[in-house]
């Protein structure tokens, strides 16, 4: 697992975008289970990740996902100040 590291966006990032599923999934849930209210997680993959999208969704978590010019998707993950 690639350790999160700080952007201009996100407080942690996850680059997955050589990883097979699960490892997107687990990372990404496992790395929301720590972070603060407010904190955001910069994802990036190489395919959109429709069931983690319904799993956010479920937990209370907003998304915004955008495809880069570079061809990958970039998600970024939020739950605001509970």
Do not use: C
């Not at 209210?37 to 978590?61: D, F, T």
């Amino acid at each position: 697992m690639s350790e999160p590291q700080p952007n201009a966006r996100a407080d942690h990032v996850i680059d997955a975008r050589d990883w097979e599923p699960p490892e997107p999934f687990v990372a990404t849930m496992d790395t929301l289970a720590v972070m603060a209210p407010n904190e955001r997680l910069l994802l990036i993959l190489s395919r959109e990740p429709h069931p983690l999208y319904r799993a956010l969704l479920k937990q209370g978590y907003r998304y915004e996902a955008e495809f880069t010019p570079e061809g990958v998707f970039e998600i970024l993950i939020w739950r605001e100040g509970l």
